[in-house]
């Protein structure tokens, strides 16, 4: 009996922690009003002063670029206005960019015709490896599964290019790399892995995995990422959540920022609304994080446990 109250204890203490938390972080949210503009484009014109008067005295190309990408949002930036939802052309795409945001969507092998060279037998099996990995690698169950994930993915990465690559078109350029669908499936492998290998990164996904061997993790990641660039040619509109986390992992926040910016019409609003919110906060700017937290709490989006 007393074991069944101690558990039921437990339960109710569990849920009002919840409760609690909820609402903490309901206020926290709630605190940038229409009263909090003026202090808050204080402060924006204080941060572009530190950041002009760090550009007097950068000591490398990397750190003038980060600044420059900083001063550029909080320019932009009117508190306040932040935007709700991610827009289909966004400010910072010159004329160009705004002509080709086409997306490519992931090919699905069953749906191709098998090249010449490539058996049956093997086919079917590339066909299969891919159904697998995009059964366990989805939204709602990626974190759970990354232990398939990851050695899924490299699977068929790794089928794929003995498979396809090599015996096609051992020369080809960045360009010619991207031409067909085979291709195409060839990229979304590698970005499945590397986004998989990143995952590994998010707090309480370490704590449940830790990573063991950290030096030879970023090895791995890196590898990926590389691959994954030289084929497309430099970043895409398709991949650009696996760039934008490097270039956070490497602490150019301001430009992981912009790149998103720039890229939020190709992004699910969910993920480029929280990823605005915790690029925000990494980089330390208080005003700015609060609204974009509050727009994402009021656009009914939660953190996943």
Known sequence: MYDKLDSIAVGMSRCLLKVVSALALFASVNTTTVADEPSAAK??????????????????EETRLELLAQRTWLRRWEPGEMSKMPTSSSATEDDDEKGDRELVEEPLLANLKRPEGVAKQEWQRLIALQAGLRQIDTNEERKENLREII??????????SEAL????????T???QLNT??????????YRLGRALAYREIPVVRERWPIEDPVAYQRRLYEVYRQLNEQTGGPRAEFILLEDRMLRRSGEKGLALELLEKHQGSIDVKWYLKKRRDLLQELGWE???REAAKIYFDAGYRDDP
């Open 43 to 60: 402060w924006r014109s204080s941060q572009l002063e530190v950041i002009n008067e760090k550009l007097q005295s950068v000591d490398s």
């Open 151 to 160: 050695p899924a993915s490299q699977r068929f990465v790794d089928a794929l």
């Open 165 to 172: 690559v090599p015996s096609a078109r051992p020369h080809a």
């Open 174 to 176: 960045p360009v010619e």
């Open 181 to 190: 669908d085979r291709d195409w499936v060839l990229a979304y492998a590698r």
């Open 287 to 289: 005003p700015p994080y």
